[in-house]
């Protein structure tokens, strides 16, 4: 009886882990997208600046 229910449990934690993570993926990737984005919008506009100002010198 303990044998046949003990392979249940595992299996319930290792899915509720998945879970767990598989949320925190979907909450924390969008933000990971947004900074890269905001990071490399950041580093465009500073070159672009920046060739824009060798321009007018």
């Given at each position: 009886?303990h044998r046949?229910?003990?392979?249940?449990r595992p299996?319930?934690?290792?899915?509720?882990?998945?879970?767990?993570?598989?949320?925190?993926?979907?909450?924390?990737?969008?933000?990971?997208?947004?900074?890269?984005?905001?990071?490399?919008?950041?580093?465009?506009?500073h070159f672009?600046?920046?060739?824009?100002?060798?321009?007018?010198?």
């Amino acid at each position: 009886m303990h044998r046949a229910t003990t392979p249940h449990r595992p299996n319930s934690v290792i899915l509720n882990v998945i879970k767990c993570t598989g949320f925190l993926a979907i909450i924390l990737n969008p933000l990971h997208q947004f900074n890269r984005l905001r990071t490399s919008a950041l580093r465009a506009l500073h070159f672009f600046l920046h060739d824009k100002w060798q321009v007018n010198d």
